[in-house]
């Protein structure tokens, strides 16, 4: 995949030498950057914007967060919790399956409840009348119309599990839902969205004038500089003018891009074939998409010219390995410090303890005042507690 962010801003004058390592560091002037941008979105289109806990949920920058976005959207209970403790706003709960145990206390926590199949709506509807809590239901659908650049990470794609097939979509299947979901964009532009939209449109223009809203899911890299707002604004405002519906966005990403770095130190570098460093961040357990999609992350300071350093972590697995980077200040040296861009989203969020790796810490940055915050560190109690 190839990396569409990657723009220090601030990050450019940060000294890395003031953080523990690994560490996470978030600036919270770049996440308000990003939500001026959504703040802008809704105020012109009318859309409301949720954020996606599975991309960025450092909670304690809510605060920030919350201060534009109109809830959360959480991946079932867990994240409902979450949500429901630290999130103001409402809470949108999908999951491609829900668990019948679960489900009483993700209806007590949810505003909606999105549903992947109207099969699981149907033999939950007792179950969740019962309850005797206060929800909308919605269904995701799933637009089958393939956008993506990459197929594990396009639900759109043939044979998706998630979301239900448009083309099987009929009347009765809208019994009980106040809305409908669809997910399908991953990094994208507006004109993606557009496609999808225009495929989609003719098959549910009879039905949504029916529903309360829609949701368009995630994926909308709205506050990258070259995202075509003023289509997507325009997009937003003729459905809600023509369906009276209401239109969710529920961005994780747009929230939080290029708002964070991990920070990490050179442990060793040694010739084998070429430069190898060994480094104390991990691929695999503190960045694993960069295995799984797989990407290559950007590096602050990163040059053009001189020798090529492989980067790879200390686990034992011989693929934990991030990259080839060059060095602004040449071949780098044990106990220097160095930091990859853009990993406020999908890496706090994934880290693991595999092979007993420390987790990074995790910092508060503001580059307006120049105040740092270590939130959070993990000692070796954390490691031993996931393990029996
Ligand atoms: C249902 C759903 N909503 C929202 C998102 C957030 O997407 P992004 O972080 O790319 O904006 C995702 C991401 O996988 C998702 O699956």
Redesign the pocket.
């Known amino acids: 995949m190839t990396t569409k962010a990657g723009d220090p801003g601030a990050f450019a004058r940060f000294d890395l030498d003031r953080v523990e390592t690994p560490a996470f560091v978030v600036d919270a002037a770049a996440l308000r950057r990003n939500l001026a941008v959504l703040a802008d979105v809704k105020r012109r289109s009318g859309a409301k914007v949720l954020l ?1 806990l ?2 960025f949920s450092m909670w304690e920058t809510a605060g920030i967060t919350q201060a534009v976005l109109d809830g959360t ?1 959480a991946s079932g209970l867990w994240e409902a919790r979450l949500a429901r403790k630290h999130y103001p706003g409402m809470v949108e709960t ?1 999951c491609p399956g829900f668990k019948a145990q679960d489900l009483p206390e993700i209806a007590a926590l949810s505003d909606t409840i999105v549903f992947n199949t109207p099969q699981q709506h149907a033999r939950f509807r007792e179950l969740l009348e019962r309850s005797g809590e206060t929800f909308d239901v919605g269904l995701r659908i799933n637009p089958e119309v393939s956008t993506g650049e990459v197929p594990k990470y396009d639900p759109a794609a043939p044979g998706s599990r998630l979301g239900f097939p448009i083309s099987q979509l009929r009347e009765e299947h809208l019994s009980g839902l106040s809305g409908l979901h669809f ?1 399908t964009l ?2 994208q532009d507006f004109a993606p969205l557009a496609r999808t939209w225009e495929a989609i449109e003719p098959r549910l223009a009879d039905w949504l004038p029916r529903l309360d809203w829609l949701n368009m ?4 890299h709205i506050s990258r500089a070259d995202y075509d707002v003023d289509a997507l604004v325009r997009l937003i405002e003729g459905i809600r003018n023509k369906y009276g519906v209401s239109v969710y966005l ?5 929230v939080a891009l290029d708002a964070g770095l991990l920070v990490g130190e050179i442990l060793d570098i040694f010739d084998n074939d070429g430069l190898q460093a060994i480094v104390d961040i991990s691929a695999t357990c503190h960045m694993p998409d960069v295995i799984e999609a797989p990407y290559r992350p950007a590096l602050l300071g990163e040059t053009e010219t001189g020798t090529s350093v492989r980067l790879g972590g200390p686990s034992c697995l011989a693929g934990d390995v991030i990259g080839d980077y060059r060095f602004a200040g040449g071949v780098p040296t044990p106990g220097q410090r160095f930091a990859f861009l853009d990993q406020a ?1 999908y890496s706090m969020v994934k880290t693991t303890t595999f092979n007993g790796v420390p987790l990074p810490s995790i910092y508060l940055w503001d580059s307006d005042s120049d105040k740092l915050e270590r939130v959070r560190s993990f000692d070796w109690t954390e490691f031993e507690r996931r393990l029996s």
């Open positions: 996606a599975k991309a959207c999908f997910h991953c990094e899911g995630g994926g909308h529920e961005p994780g990403e747009a989203h």
